[in-house]
C-alpha cells in the first residue's frame, strides 16, 4: 500500500538517524506516529524535537495534544504554556502574573489574551483556537472546545486534523452521529488517515454497532502493514488490538478474541468482515 | 488506569443485580445509594414484596425482552443447581392455566426455550380450565435473594449509604464519573428523569407457611378478562409461588394507578379461595384451612412502553466534568426474571460508553 503512514515514518526514521539533531524531522515524525493511532512512539519522537528545538511549535501544540490524549494533563498544559510563550511573549509579559492560580485556569487565560489580540476575520491566529480547543477539551468543557475547533475550521476547510479533533470532541460529549460526520469529512481529505478510521470505529462502538466497529478498526489495523500483503504487522498499535479486542468482546465472540490473541494478521478475518 | 466511580440508586433487585455485575468488573468503583435496603418493608420499596418466579409476559416480537429473561434463565437455573445454594432460588415444575382458550392463543416464544415444555392433557387440567401447558421453571424467595445480592456485592468490597433524594444529580460528588438510575417506580417523581411514562400497578398476595417441600410447583391461572397474553389489567390472575423455606406466596392482583399501601382483607380471603379450588393439593392433608401468615402489597413500577434501558453524557457546570448517566427502571411485573439480562445490557452499554476517541 503505497504512501501508507507506516511507511512514511518508516522514512522519517532513516531521516532522525541520519540527522538525530533534527528538530523538524523529528517533529515529521512525531506527528505521522500520531496519525497512525501509535501514540507512545509520537510523543517520544515529539519530545525529542522539542529537546532539538525548544520554540518548535508545531513540535510544542503536537505534543500537547498527545499528551492530552494519554491522559497526562499537566504536561500537556505545560507545553501549551511554553507554545504561547514562544509565539506570543508581549502577550505573556503584558499579562499581570498569575502564580496563585491552577495551571490550566492561567494557560487559558493566555490563550483567551491572544485571540483577543487579533479580531475575527483580520489574522486570526487559528493555532490559538487549537490551543484553546485542547485546553478546553482537557478540563471536559466538550461546547467550548467545539467552538474553538470549529472557529479554526473556518480559516482551515482541508484540515483533516482539525476535522478529526472536532470529531473526537464531539464523540466524548455524546454526539456519536455528528463525530462521524466530521471523522468522515476527515477521511474524505486523507483516506490514509489511520486515527480518524480508528476514532470512527470508537463511536460505532458507543452506539452498540460492534460489527462495524470492527470493521473500522480492521481497516485501521491493515494500513499498518508494511510491503507485501500477507497481512502482518509489525509494531503493532496496542490502541487498536485493544480496542478491537473489546470490540469481538461486545459481540459475545470468543472464537476471534482467541484468533486475535494468537496473531495480529487481519487476512484471518476478512471471510467475516469487509474491509 | 484509576477506577471509575458508579453510584447506583436504589437497592431493588434492579439496582442490586447491576451493582453486583459492576462490582465484578475490575475497572469500577460501585457505591448503592438508596432510602430501602433488603430487610426493610415498605411500600416505597417493591422488590421484597415480589412472588417471584420465572414466567415470561415477552411478546414474540419483543427481542430485547426475550433476550434478558434467557439470560436470567439460565442465571438462576445455574444458581439452583449450585452446591452451595443460599440464593433463595429453586426449580420447580410451572404452570399456566387458562379458564377459557383464546382466540387469538399462539404459542410463548418459551416453547422452545423452557425445558420440558408441553401442553397439558385433560386429565391434568384443575375444573373450569379449558386448557394449561407446563415447562419446568424457577421460583425466587424475594427477600432471600436480595440478601443474596447485597451479601454478594459487599463480599466483592461494594459500598453502600443510606440517603433519600430528591433528585438524581443529588448523588453526583467530585469523583463520581458514572449514575445509574434503578429508583423504580420512583422515576416516576425523581428530579431529574420525572418519567410521565412511569404508573404504578397494585398487586396483593398473602404468605402462607406450609412444610418444607409441600409445595414444589408453581401455576399461574388466567381467568375473566385476560387475553392470551397472560396477566393484564382488568383481568383476574391467580397464583401460587413456593419458596425454598416453605412459604408460599398466594396472588394476585393487578390494579393500574392505584397507589394505596393497604391490603384488602376481603380481596385476601378471595386470592385463597382461588388458589386452593384451582389446586386443592396446595392444603396438607393434616390441616382443613390455610393460615395466612402475612398480607403483602406491592406496586409494580410499570412503564408505557416497557422498560427504560439507556445511558447519555451530561457535563456538569459545578464540577466541570462530564458524567454518563444510565437508566435501568420501568420492569413492571418482570423485574426478577428480567433483572440478570438488563443488568448484562447495561454492563454493555457502560463498556461500550468508555472508550475515548483520540484528538
Known amino acids: 500500500m503505497g504512501g501508507s503512514l507506516s511507511e512514511i515514518a518508516l522514512a522519517f526514521e532513516a531521516a532522525v538517524r541520519k540527522d538525530s539533531g533534527n528538530s523538524d524531522a523529528w517533529m515529521l515524525l512525531g506527528n505521522t506516529q500520531a496519525q497512525n493511532e501509535k501514540e507512545e512512539a509520537a510523543i517520544r519522537a515529539l519530545q525529542k ?108 476547510k482541508d484540515d483533516y486534523l482539525l476535522w478529526n479533533r472536532l470529531g473526537a470532541t464531539l464523540a466524548n460529549s455524546g454526539k456519536s452521529e455528528d463525530a462521524i460526520e466530521a471523522y468522515h469529512k476527515a477521511l474524505d481529505l486523507k483516506p490514509t488517515f489511520v486515527r480518524a478510521r480508528y476514532n470512527l470505529g470508537v463511536s460505532c462502538l458507543n452506539i452498540g454497532c460492534y460489527s462495524e466497529a470492527a470493521e473500522h478498526l480492521l481497516g485501521a489495523l491493515s494500513m499498518h502493514q508494511i510491503g507485501s500483503d500477507n497481512g502482518e504487522i509489525k509494531n503493532v498499535s496496542s490502541s487498536l488490538r485493544d480496542t478491537l479486542m473489546r470490540a469481538f468482546k461486545m459481540m459475545e465472540r470468543e472464537d476471534l478474541c482467541e484468533k486475535l490473541r494468537t496473531s495480529i494478521n487481519v487476512n484471518q478475518f476478512r471471510d467475516e468482515f469487509d474491509f | 488506569m484509576p477506577k471509575k466511580h458508579i453510584v447506583i440508586l436504589g437497592a431493588g433487585v434492579i439496582g442490586l443485580t447491576t451493582a453486583t455485575l459492576l462490582q465484578q468488573e475490575k475497572e469500577f468503583e460501585v457505591t448503592v445509594i438508596a432510602r430501602h435496603f433488603p430487610g426493610d418493608l415498605s411500600i416505597d420499596y417493591t422488590s421484597p414484596w415480589a412472588g417471584a418466579h420465572w414466567r415470561s409476559y415477552a411478546t414474540n416480537d419483543d427481542s430485547r425482552l426475550i433476550e434478558y429473561e434467557k439470560k436470567t434463565f439460565h442465571h438462576f437455573w445455574n444458581l439452583a443447581k449450585a452446591s452451595k445454594n443460599n440464593s433463595g432460588i429453586m426449580i420447580v415444575d410451572g404452570f399456566d392455566y387458562w379458564d377459557r382458550l383464546p382466540d387469538d392463543f ?121 387475553g392470551s397474553g397472560g396477566i393484564a389489567a382488568g383481568g383476574v390472575i391467580t397464583y401460587v409461588v413456593p419458596r425454598d423455606n416453605g412459604e408460599v406466596l398466594l396472588g394476585g392482583t393487578y390494579v393500574e394507578h392505584d397507589y394505596s ?99
Not at chain 1, 71 to 81: C, I, W
Not at chain 2, 266 to 276: G, N, T
Not at chain 2, 305 to 326: Q, S, T
Not at chain 2, 328 to 350: E, M, P, T
Open chain 1, 49 to 156: 524535537a522539542v529537546e532539538m528545538n525548544g520554540n518548535n511549535l508545531t513540535a510544542l501544540m503536537s505534543l500537547a495534544v498527545s499528551y492530552t490524549n494519554e491522559s497526562y494533563d499537566q504536561q500537556a498544559y505545560l507545553m501549551l504554556e511554553r507554545w504561547i510563550t514562544a509565539k506570543y511573549p508581549d502577550v505573556v509579559t503584558r499579562t499581570a502574573p498569575m502564580n496563585n492560580r491552577d495551571i490550566h485556569s492561567r494557560v487559558t487565560e493566555l490563550f483567551i489574551q491572544a485571540a483577543r489580540e487579533a479580531p475575527e476575520g483580520q489574522n486570526m491566529d487559528p493555532d490559538v483556537q487549537v490551543g484553546l480547543g485542547v485546553l478546553f477539551y482537557g478540563s471536559g468543557n466538550f461546547d467550548k472546545a467545539v467552538d474553538c475547533f470549529v472557529s479554526a475550521l473556518n480559516t482551515r
Open chain 2, 106 to 226: 399462539s404459542e410463548p416464544w418459551f416453547k422452545d426455550f423452557s425445558p420440558e415444555y408441553r401442553h397439558l392433557d385433560k386429565g391434568e387440567l384443575p375444573i373450569g380450565v379449558e386448557f394449561g401447558i407446563t415447562y419446568k421453571t424457577v421460583t425466587i424467595n424475594a427477600p432471600v435473594y436480595l440478601n443474596y445480592l447485597l451479601h454478594t456485592f459487599l463480599s466483592l468490597g461494594g459500598t453502600t449509604q443510606r440517603a433519600n433524594l430528591s433528585h438524581l444529580y443529588d448523588c453526583i460528588k467530585n469523583d463520581t464519573d458514572i449514575v445509574i438510575n434503578c429508583s423504580g417506580i420512583h422515576s416516576k417523581t425523581l428530579g431529574g428523569v420525572e418519567d410521565t411514562n412511569v404508573y404504578a400497578a397494585k398487586g396483593q398476595t398473602i404468605v402462607v407457611q406450609l412444610p418444607r417441600s409441600h409445595v414444589n410447583w408453581t401455576f399461574e391461572r388466567y381467568s375473566a378478562g385476560c
Open chain 2, 261 to 359: 399501601p393497604e391490603p384488602d382483607l376481603e380481596e385476601a380471603s378471595a386470592i385463597v379461595q382461588r388458589c386452593l379450588s384451582t389446586r386443592p393439593d396446595l392444603l396438607p392433608h393434616d390441616q382443613t384451612n390455610l393460615v395466612i401468615k402475612k398480607n403483602c402489597v406491592g406496586l409494580r413500577p410499570c412503564r408505557k412502553g416497557g422498560m427504560r434501558i439507556d445511558a447519555e453524557w451530561i457535563y456538569l457546570e459545578n464540577f466541570e466534568k462530564k458524567i454518563l448517566i444510565v437508566h435501568n427502571y420501568g420492569h413492571g411485573c418482570y423485574g426478577f426474571q428480567s433483572s440478570y439480562g438488563a443488568a448484562l445490557d447495561v454492563v454493555k452499554i457502560i463498556n461500550s460508553s468508555m472508550f475515548n476517541s483520540k484528538i
